[in-house]
């Protein structure tokens, strides 16, 4: 199998309230059933081994698959259990209330906790909660606060007054409290200090006592076990809203690294606990989950959680084979790795700490470091895999450095690359391995092949490509060519250092690419093309405006996934479309129907016969307009004006769609200056889309290529003052411009 007939497939791109989902890569509904469909049939075990996200093994099991899943990591587990038991709201705010009632000394122990957080309303007066505090980094007091009234109104940040800085004294000796928070984690080992001390350190002394405060009483409180298990989730929440990695104002808040930043938040952690509720109940329906070696007894899916490393729990009884195992690959996050420790003892012990003590030792990580990691799980996978058995990998957040990690580690493991699709923009690919074959190396130069696999990327798109998609098509061949280290009981530490500069080497080869939009060192920044390209032909994104077309007329009110999926299976692999051309595409020829809701048709003046009508009129337009200039006028398309001293002086081009490319990449008998594409207003913003995003298509354009929409020409048909110079002067004076399309915002 290679990218020409290996699909990727799409889910529903969507946000998902996970708890601690900042961490956790994620991946869309959808994603894992349509994989499993194609390659397990239903009722099936298949092996999770990262166990990285707890959406993979409840979509699984929801579809009807069995899922065994690896996880060393309590926190996950916990994520895992939790979601899968599905919790009522009820139970959740009853297990609250009885941490609430609580006396601490002669007041509650909600009013106490919620007194930590108390500010004024700089409107009126009235004592309110402050959402958070904002401190900048390295200073002993908070700047400002943010708040909501409920009394007045008045909302957004504030100046720090001197009351609310006397509230940051807290009950006890702050250092004690932190010595606490250290022992519970310290397993006694020097070695682990440092990465003890540096978690604690995006620790306020504020949230610190909070958290030391809640859960001495967690785990004090005399309820039943799964109230307290309650508690411990929501606790959990509440040590990540505790720490000072929240940035200020928001940005993309995906830490990896254990470092605060300039400005950041300090969340009012009473009311992190009361949202938290919302969190651990966003599964409506539960799912079967039992603990190995317990098994799910249901025929129609179920999880298996064993909590421990993979290696662990291989081989696997006979009775008990998984036919496929998929996973969600993990990129290397330090931040939540060490956190999870931390976490693990403050909840549950030290002996919590165990399994990750590897985290609190290792404070830096790297893409080498991760190969070999991989490598070392997926040779584990291998040992105890049957021939053919299928390895499905879903890598979001992705980065070449990350695609060459686990490219390199399935290879080495002795897994065969059988496909590679992805989508660029959302930095999200997925890989298919087979084990049990054997590619023999042909020998070639790393370079030669490289060069060769982005000739035919770049040739069979005719359009730029980013590095992305160049980079992972330089790696499918390395692997179909066997010029990645195959079948290897160990990898050197520094493989990927080996191979990344000689991909990299290719794109510097004088007179071999060109790059638009970048001139700096970074070759992952702008878009690549052939210094010598290719006879033209369409290019991807015209073929696949045509494909969406033809699709629409056979295909009648269709979900945005539907359509979706049908494109990414019509151009697979690296070929596949952005959603971002997909929807525009649709913006252009189709509309969304009322009933059923967010299906999509095409509009009923997109029909073969109402635009063969439009171009018809076009044309008669164009021809009337020539004979009221003096001009004589032929053909069709193009439709040419002549003046009968000086030859032809505009080229014509009517067009029902924005297919361009095979106009403007072709050269034109006259100047640039002297053609104009006539299109349908429709069509103006998918246009303006294509000249954003395809460089080289802007680059001819802006030679000199003019457009007219037709409901403009027929605005200057119907001027009576039209002459040759106000036809000058108004041609090309509405281009197409990119705008957002409104029906876009409910997807």
């Known amino acids: 199998m290679n990218h020409l007939t290996f699909p990727y497939l799409p889910g529903i791109v969507t946000e998902i309230d996970l708890p601690l989902a900042r961490y956790l890569p994620p991946v869309y509904p959808g994603m894992v059933s349509a994989w499993l469909k194609d390659f397990v049939k239903p009722g099936d075990w298949v092996l999770d081994p990262f166990g990285s996200t707890p959406i993979l093994p409840l ?38 209330s009885a941490l609430s009632d609580l006396r601490r000394g002669a007041e509650r122990l909600e009013t106490h906790l919620q007194s930590l957080y108390q500010t004024e309303c700089a409107a009126c007066g009235q004592t309110i909660q402050a959402q958070a505090f904002l401190w900048k980094r390295g200073e002993t007091q908070p700047y400002a606060r943010l708040y909501r009234c409920l009394q007045c109104g008045d909302e957004g940040e504030r100046p720090i007054t001197p009351r609310d800085l006397e509230r940051l004294s807290i009950p006890g000796n702050p250092s004690l409290h932190r010595a606490r928070a250290f022992e519970r984690v310290n397993l006694g080992l020097e070695n682990l200090q440092e990465g003890i001390e540096e978690a604690l350190n995006t620790y306020l002394a504020r949230p610190l006592y909070f958290l030391n405060t809640l859960i001495n009483r967690i785990e004090g409180l005399p309820i039943t076990d799964n109230h307290r298990r309650l508690l411990s989730a929501m606790a959990l929440v509440i040590c990540d809203e505790a720490n000072s990695l929240w940035p200020y104002p928001s940005a993309r808040q995906r830490p990896r690294q254990l470092a605060t930043p300039p400005q950041f938040r300090e969340n009012n952690l009473w009311t992190a606990l009361e949202k938290s509720i919302q969190t651990w109940t966003s599964q409506k329906q539960p799912v079967t989950l039992t603990r190995w070696p317990h098994l799910p007894q249901s025929e129609e899916g179920g999880i298996c959680l064993y909590p421990g490393r993979l290696r662990a729990l291989l081989p696997l009884p006979n009775t008990m084979q998984p036919v496929a195992a ?54 584990t996978l291998r040992k105890n895999a ?33 496909g590679l699709a992805l989508r660029a ?41 980013s590095y992305m998609n160049l980079f992972a098509g330089c790696l499918e061949s ?42 700096s060192p970074n070759l992952e920044i702008g878009q690549w093309w052939l210094s ?35 494109m990414c299976k019509a151009f697979p692999g690296l070929m596949t479309p952005p959603i971002d051309l997909i929807k525009t595409c649709l913006d252009s020829y189709a509309e969304v129907t009322p009933i059923p809701f967010g299906c999509w048709h095409l509009r009923s003046n997109e029909s073969a016969a109402s635009r063969k009508a439009d171009l018809f009129l076009v044309h008669q337009l164009l021809a009337r307009i020539a004979e009221r200039l003096g001009y004589e006028w032929q053909g069709e398309h193009p439709l040419i004006w002549n003046d009968r001293t000086s030859g032809e002086v505009f080229r014509f081009y009517p067009i029902a769609s924005s297919i361009i490319s095979r106009f403007v990449l ?7 200056h002297r053609c104009v594409l006539v299109v349908p207003g429709s069509r103006s913003n998918l246009l303006a889309y294509k000249l954003k995003r395809d460089p080289r298509l802007a680059e001819a354009v802006a030679k000199g290529w ?42």
């Open 326 to 379: 998929i996973g969600v690959f993990p990129r290397p996050n330090q931040a939540f790795w060490t956190l999870s420790a931390i976490w693990s003892g403050w909840l549950w012990g030290k002996d919590a700490v165990l399994p990750l003590k590897g985290s609190l030792e290792r404070q830096r990580y790297d893409w080498n470091w991760h190969t070999v990691a991989l490598h070392n799980s997926f040779t």
């Open 425 to 465: 923009e959302q930095e999200f690919a997925q890989v298919l391995w087979r084990a049990g074959e054997n590619i023999p190396s042909l020998r070639l130069p790393v370079a030669e092949i490289c060069q060769d696999a982005i000739t035919r990327n770049l040739s069979e798109r005719n359009e730029p490509a």
């Open 532 to 566: 010598t390209p290719p006879e033209n032909e369409l290019t991807l994104a015209d073929r696949v405006e045509i494909e969406l077309v033809h699709f629409l007329q056979k295909h009648h009110d269709c979900p945005l996934a539907e359509v979706d999926e049908a």
């Open 666 to 672: 072709s050269d034109a008998p006259v100047t640039p």
């Open 59 to 96: 979509e699984a099991a929801r579809a009807g698959y069995k899922v065994l899943v690896a996880s060393n990591n309590p926190v996950l587990s916990l994520i895992l259990e939790i979601l899968a038991s599905a919790p009522p709201i009820a139970s959740l705010q009853a297990a609250l």
């Open 706 to 747: 003019r457009f007219l929409k037709f409901r403009y020409l027929r605005q200057l048909a119907e001027r009576g003052d039209l002459s040759l110079a106000l036809w000058e002067e108004l041609l090309g004076a509405d281009p197409p411009i990119l705008e957002s399309p409104i029906q876009m915002t409910m997807f």
């Open 386 to 418: 049957p021939d053919h058995f299928t390895l499905i990998g879903l890598l979001p957040e992705l980065v070449p450095g990350f695609l060459a990690a686990a490219v390199v580690a399935g290879e080495a493991a002795g897994f065969d690359l059988q």
């Open 478 to 519: 390395l692997s179909a060519q066997g010029a990645l280290p195959k079948n290897k009981t160990q990898i050197p530490f520094d493989s990927l250092t080996h191979i990344h500069p000689s991909i990299n080497q290719v794109f510097t080869e004088p007179g071999f690419l060109k790059r638009y939009e970048s001139t």
